[in-house]
Every structure is written in structure tokens, then in C-alpha cells.
């Protein structure tokens, strides 16, 4: 592609990246840029030395799992022998006892004794009454899990996790958050399955209803973005870090030009097609000349949570057999923690291991303001009484942050990402997609199929329906398996 003609994909994360791979199959003309040094977007995977071992993370837990197949034949063919299966065990971290997740009724209400079952039972059928009989209305998030689980079932795993996910109370968090992450979910399904791990022979079964096995990439997740750019270059095909768009101009209609700093260099392109999947109100500030006001007041209220990540790499063989652990009591200052030999033993070297900690945080919040060192002793205050590793046993540690990771849900955010979009569908030519380019909380396999059905739309010359990708109304979590 020149400068003039073709598509221009801004940003290099899986939905761009999918979007990029999909043209260029069609033999279409394609230039992709990326802000970052590195592709993969939230899905990349970093690497560290500590002296002669080389460990690898990912930005927290990422793995595969679809409803599409053809997302899986995708994947399939790019990574072969390095498309890994791997059997899931995650739990949550309570009061000092492990929890599965997704949850197993049985298991936790032994864990948590016979009172607080007899109470969270209670609270259950209590909910059942008011919501469904009484027609209780659903309001918000801690509506609709109270609905669906009981106020103190709900409060022990669910809400408090999602409060200290977003720092905001779960009653002015959109119910749409609920039925992203967990639609579908309940205590019956969660029965249902419990029962059914029990009754069905493993060789039986077809479907996996909670995932309990999925892929992964040998070398991270990273590797399916590293795949991708390397046969795009192979093609022929431009892809451009260190780079970002400084002006989008456009015609109320169209978008006609794109001035880029391409690593210190001012260029434009006048692209036929303009696929972007930057943050949705970071593009609108682009825009030359600038929208309406009210469509500017939209995006002002457009919010998101940022985190902040510590990397712990440690002389031991190995700290659990989880992927990852959820820490829902807010009084615990970190969310997650993933132990990333446990996706695959290529991301950490014989007889190591590490952990990758998570921080949920707004940018310049104190957590966001902590120095490395600072982080590491203040996990240590945890993990070392929990006899998960011992200051001793820690080799290094690495301090990554990132800035919009979640799209906040709050109770009004339909409103004005109704008058965005509005705004954004009168450009023929421009597909705004991924996690942040639609504000909508996506997972890796979402993003993946909102590139491809941009590129379809460019290669098929109809646009396809981008803003109905996972939106189905079932568990987000069911996939397709197969052996």
C-alpha cells in the first residue's frame, strides 16, 4: 500500500491484527500502525531476564476459548504444534481458604460451614421471592447478582470482587456488566454442571459447559500477535511501531486523511477504509474537524480502570497448580494473581516459576504511584504468611502499568455511548472495533472476530454487525471443545 488508497489499520491488538490478517488473505492493500514498540495490544507477552533464566507473562490470564469455530481453525493453523490444551484450575482465595471458580456449590458451602450456608440458602430463596414473584426491578449490577445468587452468596465472591475491580460501589455499576461477564450464570447452571462432572465419563463429553479445559499458546499469548505480524511482512505488508495518528480529518462522511508520527516522522494517508481499535473517546479527540459538542460531552464522561502490574520471578519450582486466584476481600490490595508456568511450562525456565500480580487503580491513585520495590514488599506482606513464597526465594521483580483496561459500566454509560456511536456509524468508511475502539468489555476471542468481520465487511463490500459480538445470552464462558 501507498499512502494513498487501501486500509489503514490503526492499532496492533487482536482485533486489528485480525482485521490486517483477514485483508490480506483477500489480497487487499494494507498498512497497520502501532503506538506501543511491541504488537499484541492487552493480549501481548512480555519477557525478562534475570541473569541466565528467561521468563515470560502475559498481562494477566488469557486464554481461549470460542463459540466460533472458525476462530478456532484460525488459530489452529497459525500456531500448529504450539497450540497447547491445558486443563483449568483457577479458585478464589476467602477468609484463608481456596474456593474453585467458577464456583462449586457443594465445595463451598463445606468450606464455609453450616450456619453461613443455612444463611446464604436463606438469602437465596429470599431473592428468588422479591425478584421473580415480586418483580422486584433490576437496577444495576448488585441487582442482578443478588438476583441470581443470593445477597450474601453474591457479597462473598461476586460483588466485593467487582467493587474493588472498578472502586466504585456495585450499585452504580450497569446490570450490562453482569450480563457480559456472567449472563446466563447461576446457581441452577452451576448445579447442573456440578452434577454433570459427576455423571458424565470424561471421553463423553463434547461440550465443555465452564471451561474447564482451553488453549493456549506454547510461548504466551503474545506468540498469536507475533505469528501474525511475521506473515504480514512476509506478504509484503507494512506494520509500523512506535507509531500513532496526531489528526483524523474527515467530511461529515467520510474519513479522507490521517497524519501519523511514524517514530519522530510526520506522514499522511489518505486511505480508502480506516480500521481503528483506540480507545473510543481518545479517537473522537482526533477528529478534524472536531464533533459536536454534544457528542464531546458524551465522550468526557467515558470512563475506565487502569491497573498496575508486579511481576514476581522466584527461585522455586513452583507456588499452586492454579493458572490463576482471584482475591475478593478488598481488604487484600491486590485482585489477581496468575502463575504463568501453569499455562505453559515455556513461560518460566526448569526448577523457576513466577507470579504475576494485579492492581486495579485509577491512574495517579497511590497504587499507581508506588515504586516497584514499594509493591513487591507490600505483596509479600500477603504472600508470606499465606506460605505462598518467601522473600528469600524472589530473584526479581518487574513493575508494568496500564492505562484503560476496563471500561466502566456505570448506570448511565448507554446514554451517551448511544450518542458516540450515532455519531461514528455516519462515516462509510470507518469500523471502530476491539475493547477499546467500541467501549465494550471484550474478550481476546471477541476482538479477534469484531477485525474479521471489519476485514469481511471491506472484502465483501457490505458491513457485517460488529456491535452484536458477544452478546450472546448464555455464560460467557461456554465454549466450543473439541478433541
Known amino acids: 500500500m501507498n499512502k494513498q488508497g487501501g486500509t489503514l489499520i490503526i492499532g496492533a491488538g487482536p482485533a486489528g491484527l485480525a482485521a490486517a490478517s483477514e485483508l490480506a488473505k483477500a489480497k487487499k492493500e494494507l498498512v497497520v500502525i502501532e503506538k506501543a514498540d511491541q504488537v499484541g495490544g492487552l493480549s501481548k507477552t512480555y519477557t525478562f531476564q534475570e541473569g541466565e533464566f528467561i521468563f515470560r507473562t502475559d498481562n494477566g490470564p488469557h486464554r481461549f476459548f470460542s463459540q466460533n469455530p472458525y476462530l478456532y481453525q484460525f488459530l489452529s493453523t497459525l500456531l ?13 482465595y476467602i477468609d484463608g481458604k481456596f474456593y474453585d471458580y467458577p464456583v462449586r456449590p457443594l465445595q463451598a458451602l463445606a468450606n464455609i460451614g453450616p450456619a453461613k450456608a443455612l ?3 436463606y438469602q437465596y430463596v429470599t431473592a428468588q421471592i422479591q425478584y421473580k414473584l415480586l418483580r422486584k426491578p433490576i437496577k444495576n449490577f448488585e441487582d442482578y447478582i443478588i438476583a441470581h445468587f443470593g445477597k450474601g452468596l453474591g457479597r462473598f465472591n461476586m460483588i466485593n470482587y467487582t467493587e474493588k475491580i472498578w472502586g466504585v460501589p456495585a450499585s ?38 465452564l471451561v474447564d479445559v482451553f488453549y493456549y499458546p506454547e510461548y504466551g499469548t503474545g506468540l498469536i500477535y507475533e505469528k501474525i505480524k ?33 517514530s519522530g516522522v510526520e506522514e499522511v494517508y489518505e486511505p480508502d477504509q480506516l480500521i481503528e481499535s483506540i480507545p473510543i473517546e481518545s479517537f473522537l479527540k482526533l477528529l478534524t474537524p472536531a464533533p459536536p459538542i454534544e457528542v464531546q460531552e458524551a465522550a468526557s464522561k467515558v470512563k475506565y480502570r ?27 490490595p491486590f485482585g489477581r494473581i496468575s502463575e504463568m508456568k501453569n499455562f505453559s511450562q515455556k513461560m518460566s525456565p526448569l526448577g523457576k516459576t513466577s507470579l504475576f500480580v494485579e492492581f486495579f487503580c485509577f491512574k495517579d491513585d497511590e497504587i499507581w504511584n508506588k515504586s516497584k520495590e514499594e509493591l513487591l514488599e507490600l505483596t509479600m506482606k500477603y504472600l508470606e504468611p499465606w506460605k505462598f513464597c ?4 524472589v530473584l526479581g521483580c518487574h513493575l508494568i502499568k496500564q492505562e484503560k483496561v476496563y471500561p466502566i459500566y456505570d448506570t448511565n454509560y448507554q446514554d451517551y455511548l448511544s450518542i458516540i456511536k450515532n455519531y461514528l456509524n455516519q462515516f462509510s468508511n470507518l469500523y471502530y472495533i476491539g475493547r477499546p475502539g467500541r467501549f465494550r468489555y471484550t474478550n481476546q476471542d471477541h476482538s479477534l472476530e469484531m477485525g474479521m468481520l471489519a476485514a469481511r465487511s471491506i472484502i465483501d463490500n457490505q458491513r457485517y454487525n460488529i456491535e452484536d459480538v458477544g452478546k450472546e445470552q448464555e455464560y ?7 478433541k
Open 80 to 92: 500448529q504444534e504450539q497450540w497447547l490444551e491445558v486443563n483449568r484450575q483457577t479458585r478464589q
Open 476 to 482: 460467557y464462558e461456554r465454549g466450543i471443545w473439541k
Open 230 to 262: 511475521s506473515q504480514l511482512i512476509d506478504q509484503g505488508h507494512q506494520i509500523y511501531t512506535n507509531s500513532h495518528p496526531t489528526a483524523i480529518h474527515h467530511d461529515s462522511k467520510r474519513i479522507t486523511k490521517v497524519m501519523v508520527n511514524n
Open 390 to 393: 518467601q522473600r528469600s526465594e
Open 119 to 121: 444463611s446464604f440458602i
Open 306 to 332: 487502569d491497573q498496575v502490574y508486579l511481576f514476581i520471578t522466584l527461585d522455586r519450582d513452583q507456588v499452586t497448580r492454579d493458572q490463576w486466584i482471584y482475591f475478593p476481600e478488598t481488604k487484600i
Open 172 to 209: 452504580t455499576i450497569h446490570a450490562d456488566w453482569a450480563k457480559q461477564r456472567i449472563k446466563g450464570l447461576s446457581i441452577g447452571l452451576l448445579i447442573k454442571a456440578t452434577l454433570k462432572g459427576f455423571l458424565q465419563p470424561l471421553k463423553t463429553r463434547q461440550v465443555r459447559s
